[in-house]
């Protein structure tokens, strides 16, 4: 029986490593629709992760960050995000991406409990909202998720005062990049449907190149292979790295490529045994100062992260 459930990518890199999932499973696991049991889970979200592509094609990544119930689920296949219960920037690259009917990946993260669902759509931005409607959703598991619990501040304050852009990474950039335990990507199949994950491990886990590539390891996940599928056949991406002490942002947008079938020891012991990596070449990035105002409370790095012997 044919799975119809992935595409080209998806299949080729989970044929690569003798992976078949079961269809049934797998379409008890990616609906059309949202589950009608994580509606409240989506309705009580303060933090949700955003993919979108600007006029050159170029793919970015968003947060934006809102009072509870700032989402709002009309039906299992209709959302509304209220702009006026934004607790993030509105100058935000996103708003000017999004078009009508403009293609989305949504990431409804909950750090605090580790827990996710990942969406993808249409989205339309009106004056007061972002309108989404769902083509495929399914939950995904809590691995390498860093618990954090977002307090927000009460302190009236200016957001995204300061922005700026630039094209190579600058020292105060890979200082930042190499400290990060978490950062969240977007991605797109040939069909162009966007994707918005998130990638986490011990600080250090990205390794920054001579020539500014980041290189970043493949860790064991749920074998479908939703983001190297799309990589392998759409190699771009948009990265989001967060400073969660002061509320900046930085979002980078550029180029990859995968590697697969690095053998040595070195490299088993930084991505768990998978020998995968994946590169990513900055082509453009906007940095945004107070991006948001919240103390994000570390608690507790994942169990899962490898151990990384230095920074």
């Not at 909950?110 to 083509?135: C, F, H, M, P, Q």
């Not at 799309?230 to 900046?248: M, Q």
Request: proline share 4%; with cysteine; charged share 25%.
């Amino acid at each position: 029986m044919k799975n119809t459930h992935f595409h080209q990518g998806e299949l080729e890199i989970q044929n690569k490593y003798n992976i078949w999932h079961d269809p049934a499973l797998a379409e008890r696991l990616l609906k059309d629709h949202i589950v009608e049991q994580l509606i409240p889970f989506i309705e009580k979200q303060s933090t949700i992760i955003l993919s979108s592509l600007d006029l050159d094609g170029n793919i970015w990544t968003s947060m934006l960050l809102g009072n509870e119930e700032f989402v709002k689920v009309k039906t299992r296949k209709k959302i509304e995000i209220y702009l006026d219960q934004l607790k993030s920037t509105q100058s935000e690259i996103l708003f000017t991406n999004l078009r009508p009917k403009s293609k989305i990946g949504v990431l409804f993260i909950d750090t605090a409990s580790r827990t996710r669902y990942r969406l993808n759509g249409y989205a339309t931005l009106l004056s007061n909202k972002i309108e989404i409607t769902v083509s495929e959703a399914y939950p995904n598991c809590p691995k390498y998720i860093q618990q954090r619990i977002p307090v927000f501040s009460k302190e009236p304050s200016e957001l995204g005062i300061k922005e700026s852009k630039g094209q190579a990474l600058n020292s105060f950039h890979k200082t930042w990049i190499k400290s990060a335990d978490t950062f969240f990507m977007s991605s797109m199949n040939k069909a162009g449907d966007m994707d918005a994950s998130h990638r986490g491990g011990a600080p250090g886990f990205i390794e920054i190149l001579e020539d500014g590539t980041l290189k970043i390891p493949d860790y064991i996940g749920n074998n479908l292979f939703n983001t190297l599928g799309n990589l392998l056949k759409v190699p771009k991406a948009g990265l989001l790295f967060l400073d969660f002490k002061e509320g900046h942002s930085l979002q980078l947008t550029g180029k990859t490529e995968l590697i697969f079938d690095q053998e040595e020891n070195t490299d088993f012991e930084k991505t768990m045994g998978t020998g995968r990596y994946w590169i990513f070449k900055t082509t453009q990035w906007i940095q945004t100062k107070v991006h948001h105002k919240i103390d994000w409370k570390l608690i507790s790095f994942s169990p899962f992260n490898p151990k990384i012997k230095q920074l």
